[in-house]
């Protein structure tokens, strides 16, 4: 899923948050993602903390995810998603409360990916990290 939905969502030059269109497919596959999770829901959920490099977001400010979105469990996949020494690019380290309803894709390659509904990313505080910043969210469901 997280491939389907890759850069579909973007910050603009203002640190607006800017959607490009989505495909059928796409919207199908969003949908059927709720369910599933839905689904896994009625299992034991945990607290967890994942993680997201991102290129082009203000690290400074709290942030709305409006399309499901990929992490990881593992922070050193998420070094490679990022531009080192680039202000605009840093790791985003995101709380998961047990409520949430996320999904692990059994993707090892990609750091255990874990999927995140749509919702917001609320700042924390920022830490420098060797060659970029570790930003800290709390994640809260839309």
């Not at 998603?81 to 680039?86: E, G, L, M």
Request: charged share 20%; glycine share 4%.
């Amino acid at each position: 899923m997280g491939d389907m939905i890759m850069y579909k969502v973007y910050s603009n030059e203002n640190d607006q948050i800017c959607m490009r269109q989505l495909g059928n497919s796409v919207v199908e596959l969003i949908k059927e993602w709720y369910l599933f999770s839905e689904y896994l829901s009625s299992f034991r959920r945990v607290k967890l903390t994942v993680y997201r490099g991102v290129k082009n977001m203000n690290a400074n400010i709290s942030h709305s995810q409006p399309l499901p979105f990929s992490t990881c469990i593992d922070v050193n996949n998420a070094l490679d998603w990022i531009i080192p020494n680039h202000p605009r690019s840093f790791i985003m380290s995101i709380t998961v409360s047990h409520k949430i309803k996320y999904t692990f894709t059994g993707n090892l390659y990609e750091g255990n990916e874990v999927v995140l509904p749509a919702g917001y990313l609320f700042f924390q505080k920022k830490v420098k990290m060797k060659n970029t910043y570790l930003v800290y969210y709390i994640f809260k469901y839309i």
